[in-house]
């Protein structure tokens, strides 16, 4: 008797498994779109949205001042006087450092005082020789001797110009390497003067994309240390020659630095633009890839309620996490962002939330 109840009992658990189940089967096949409550798979839709693409060469470059030069001193003597502070800005001109020149200046005295002797023999024998007293060659040689004297004045000039060390053209000083008294001569880096005015930009690309550029193409630059701050300019020139070896062209842009934020030797990131265009875009997680085809799913509605129905599409362009539509979807539909794993065509789907850009528009 407890055998046949046991049996029984296992009976009565199996069919009420198995009413279980065609119960649950026909639930859903008559009321499948009733709600998150339902059986409808719960998914969050992306609207699609236009945005703008382009197509972009990135590259690593060097800034470089418009106008560089290591300030030295042209003659070996000590500084007697140093004109200027490290990281000032000065024009064109003005003077930096003078070195001693007493030497020189005795010199000059020197010269200007038989300038003078020089000239007054030879007005004194001009004049005797327009009476007729004095030979003209006397004259003549008195003009050859006026003509030494003067040549020796402005050599010695000339000398003492070299002991003042003026600022071939406006920029930004360095840092001073140099004391008051010091011995400095050719070759002693006093410092360093960079006209940062126009920051020039020197890049390289692959051969590959040698004629995407062209003078005047615009490019965008970033530097790590000023975080979302683009910089904007124009490339200049190109390289007449590719690498042989890196197969590569050097590329220079120039870029305005008014506010003198960018530094010559800064690295920056370089992207430069082409092709520019507005597209419909979705996020990449509402893409399904199947061997080469790729497809989407819309939200539908219908007779039965919101349905997913299967779109192919053809992609373009990724950029920050948007997709470019190059044909299949247009701007306004709603395609499925999130829970695409768990949809099938024709299925009855739960929107529950609602994805999309981080804001309008983006770049490539």
Known sequence: MRRAAFLIVIIVIFAAMAAFVVVREITRGDGGNQGFGGFSTPVAVATVEPMEFADVVSALGTARANESVTVTAKVSDTISRIAFDSGQRVEAGQILVEQTDREEAASLNEARATLREAQQEHERFQDLAARGIAPTQR??????????????????????????????????????????????????????????SVIKLDFTIPERFFSAVETGLEIRARSDAYPGADFTGE??????????????????????????????????????????????????GALIRVAEDAFVYVIAQGDNGTTARRQPVEVGMRTGGMLEILSGLETGERVISEGTHRVQPGAPVQVVGDTGPDGPGGEA
Do not use: C, K, Y
Request: no cysteine.
């Open 235 to 284: 490339i200049t020139e190109v390289e007449s020659r590719i690498d042989p070896v890196t197969r590569a062209v050097t590329v220079r842009a120039e870029i305005a630095n008014e506010d003198g934020r960018l530094r010559p030797g800064m690295l920056l990131t370089v992207e430069i633009r082409r092709g520019e265009r507005t597209r419909p875009a979705i996020p990449e």
């Open 139 to 196: 004259s003549q040689e008195t003009q050859a001797e006026l003509d030494r004297a003067s040549a020796r004045v402005r050599a010695v000039e000339a000398r003492m110009a070299d002991r003042i060390i003026r600022a071939p053209f406006a920029g930004r000083v360095g840092l001073r390497n140099v004391s008051p008294g010091e011995l400095v001569g050719p070759g002693d880096v006093i410092a360093t003067l960079d006209d940062d």
